[in-house]
T-cell receptor, first 116, second 110 residues
């Protein structure tokens, strides 16, 4: 149980285009989903927290107009990187928490974004 | 907000030895402390966690200890194996947002 999927697993896009990443909880309902960015050999940097049906809460320094997050249902959250630039290239990972409010996070497999 | 410090950043041990990774946190309201293992290019996986009402928890070769007074918690891995090689992250949670340590790269030499 507690499986989180993420799609796509990797994507290459041209500078200026937008990319959407999906995060799904497959066998449980997720009231909260987190989006992280991870640079090579570094820790997880929290970008934003999203709750189903409400606006995402972004961490300081994260541009909300550039990284659009939508938590449309209890099993799906999406991150759209708008007008991507090479500096947006990174490993993006989502995680989901269930409705039991136990604080246990289940991570998706991550999406490797490369902007050329 | 919460601040989590993790040490060491790199830990190299021989197979069969024990490994200890330590974390400190700043927010006394934190009450949930998970440890994650992340292999290269893969997702972090929860390996063990502890809540503030418990001082120690063990699962086979892995154990976690928590000292609430001193605000630190540690991961102990005994009888290390090459497949234990990975990056380990600690985290602290008390408010809405989890805070992660910077990670420890554990290398187990056969």
């Amino acid at each position: 149980g507690a499986v989180v999927s993420q799609h796509p697993s990797w994507v290459i896009c041209k500078s200026g285009t937008s990319v959407k990443i999906e995060c799904r909880s497959l066998d449980f309902q997720a009231t909260t989903m987190f989006w992280y960015r991870q640079f090579p050999k570094q820790s997880l940097m929290l970008m934003a927290t999203s709750n189903e049906g409400s606006k995402a809460t972004y961490e300081q320094g994260v541009e909300k107009d550039k990284f659009l997050i939508n938590h449309a249902s209890l099993t799906l959250s999406t991150l759209t990187v708008t007008s991507a630039h090479p500096e947006d290239s990174s490993f993006y990972i989502c995680s989901a928490e269930g409705t039991r409010h136990t604080y246990e996070q289940y991570f998706g497999p991550g999406t490797r974004l490369t902007v050329t | 907000g919460e601040n989590v410090e993790q040490h060491p950043s790199t830990l190299s041990v021989q197979e069969g030895d024990s490994a200890v990774i330590k974390c400190t946190y700043s927010d006394s309201a934190s009450n949930y402390f998970p440890w994650y293992k992340q292999e290269l290019g893969k997702r972090p996986q929860l390996i063990i966690d502890i809540r503030s009402n418990v001082g120690e928890k063990k699962d086979q070769r892995i154990a976690v200890t928590l000292n609430k007074t001193a605000k630190h918690f540690s991961l102990h891995i005994t009888e290390t194996q090459p497949e234990d090689s990975a990056v380990y992250f600690c985290a602290a949670r008390g408010s809405y947002i989890p805070t992660f340590g910077r990670g420890t790269s554990l290398i187990v030499h056969p």
